[in-house]
Structures are given as structure tokens and as C-alpha cells.
């Protein structure tokens, strides 16, 4: 049997021996294009892979580049405290303070609000009356002076501890000491009928430095 009488068989044309070559092997052809699959489909599987893991993260850049940039607070909007836990009637006594936010919108920072309470005798100078409630006033605790949190206290005068500027909660938190050049602003509050303290409005002035001083 010579090559002319078998395509297949490993011979040559002079009837000498040649070695088989994957280009004339069907079934290494059909070996190489299975592999070639494979391949594709490994590859398709890896991008696809890389996609999914992708995906979130760019959610992820954009939930962390996104700004938030409306009002502080808005009517309806319920007080909470460091918890999230909404504020009653009853949270305080008169004389004392609390530091509470807007519920659905924590991480703002303008946010931070001192909440106190005092007989409603108590109040007046400068106070908006229409603001209050139960004895209850709320002001921003960003100074306006420096922008630092209002957070110290001497008496019933709310203290900056950064420049020490003093503000009289009775009074609208007029300036009563230090370097501030206005009041810390005033917001508007009231009663829900379940008695959970909610916000009117936002503040009454630009909350923290500037803002007409």
C-alpha cells in the first residue's frame, strides 16, 4: 500500500515512513479546536467574572462621591439622638440638653443640634417663640464663629470650647461671650400627635461661621 492508496495512514509517497502532523489529523484537529473553545470559554468566564466584581464597586465610588446638598432639615423631619432614636416629650427635664440630628439624614456635616429645655417663663430676649415647644428650643451646634461643635456648658450658657464663645439658649443663643458675631441659629420645631419632637423648617440663618457676621 502506497500513500496514493491511504490519505490517512502514516506513510509518505516514496512508502517511507513520515510522522503524522497535526494539520492532516482529523482528530487532532478537532483535539486543537476543542481546545481553542475551552479557551474562549475561559476567557468569556473570567471577563465576566471581572465584570461582577466591578459593577459594585463603581456603585460603591459613586455612593461615596455623591454629596448631599438641600436644607439640614425640613418640615416633618423627626429629631433623633446619637442612636437614631426619635426624641419624645418626655426625654428631658427642664435645665437639661441633648445633642440630636435629622433622622434621614445622617453624616451631614451641619447636622449637629442642641436640643434644651427650660420653663417656657424662662425664655425671651431674642428667642422666637413660634419655634418652640413644651419648653423645648434647638439650636445649631456649630459655632458661628469658628465652625467647632458648641459642646461645653457653665450654668445654663452653652460654651464654645474652642475660642470660648458663649451663647444664652433663654435668649435666641444670643452672644453672651467670647468672639462670635451672631447667635447660633434657631430651629423650628413642634409636636407630632404620637409626641415625638419634628422639625417645621430648617434653621432661621446660615448654620456655622459667616452667614452675616
Not at 453672651?176 to 440663618?205: C, K, M, N, W, Y
Amino acid at each position: 500500500m502506497t500513500g496514493e492508496d491511504c490519505e490517512d495512514c502514516p506513510c509518505g509517497g516514496d512508502g517511507g515512513p513520515v510522522q503524522p502532523s497535526i494539520y492532516t489529523d482529523r482528530r487532532a484537529r478537532m483535539e486543537v479546536q476543542r481546545r481553542d473553545i475551552a479557551k474562549l470559554l475561559a476567557t468569556v468566564g473570567g471577563l465576566t467574572a471581572i465584570a461582577s466584581l466591578t459593577a459594585p464597586l463603581a456603585g460603591l465610588t459613586q455612593v461615596f462621591e455623591r454629596g448631599y446638598n438641600g436644607p439640614v432639615y425640613s418640615d416633618g423631619v423627626h429629631l433623633v439622638d446619637g442612636e437614631g432614636e426619635r426624641i419624645s416629650e418626655d426625654r428631658l427635664a427642664e435645665g437639661e440638653q441633648l445633642t440630636v440630628f435629622p433622622e434621614p439624614r445622617p453624616g451631614i456635616e451641619d447636622a449637629p443640634t442642641l436640643l434644651v429645655r427650660f420653663p417656657e417663663s424662662a425664655y425671651g430676649g431674642g428667642t422666637n417663640m413660634a419655634y418652640t415647644v413644651s419648653g423645648y428650643a434647638a439650636y445649631s451646634k456649630v459655632c458661628t464663629h469658628a465652625g467647632c461643635m458648641v459642646s461645653d456648658r457653665e450654668g445654663s450658657t452653652l460654651v464654645c470650647p474652642c475660642h470660648f464663645g458663649k451663647f444664652d439658649p433663654t435668649a435666641g443663643a444670643a452672644v453672651v461671650g467670647g468672639p462670635p458675631g451672631r447667635p447660633l441659629p434657631q430651629l423650628p420645631i413642634t409636636l407630632t400627635s404620637d409626641g415625638f419632637l419634628v422639625a417645621t423648617g430648617d434653621f432661621e440663618a446660615a448654620v456655622g461661621p459667616g452667614g452675616g457676621e
